[in-house]
């Protein structure tokens, strides 16, 4: 993630590590979210390499629809996750899913 991305309004808010996600619509399309997250920390890092392969090139009607809860339960990953990390986790989903639903209002938005 280029520095100038890792700006306050990125900065991702319930996370234990320092996070910034940085969304947007992808271009030549009407409502595809693409973004970009970095952490200072590795095993977040993974985490965002999860949800770029779950979320990244959707349209916001399938991010929305997608039961992300379930998916990582079904995969064992809650058991392998201290409190923190879920909520940051969580925090990050919660950011992906508030730009989906602002593009799927708007095709004009750009950030987060």
Known sequence: M???LKIE???VR???STVHLFARRRPGTDDAVDFIA???ADIVRGL???LEKLFA???SREILAFDVESFFKRLGLDQHLSMGRRN???S???RVRAYAQALSGSTTATTT
Do not use: F, V, Y
Request: with cysteine; glycine share 16%.
């Open 48 to 50: 965002i390499g999860i």
């Open 88 to 90: 940051g986790l969580a």
């Open 57 to 59: 090139g959707q349209s």
């Open 14 to 16: 319930g996370c234990q």
């Open 2 to 4: 280029a520095p100038e």
């Open 38 to 40: 970095d952490s200072d």
């Open 92 to 94: 990050m989903i919660q």
């Open 9 to 11: 309004p990125n900065l």
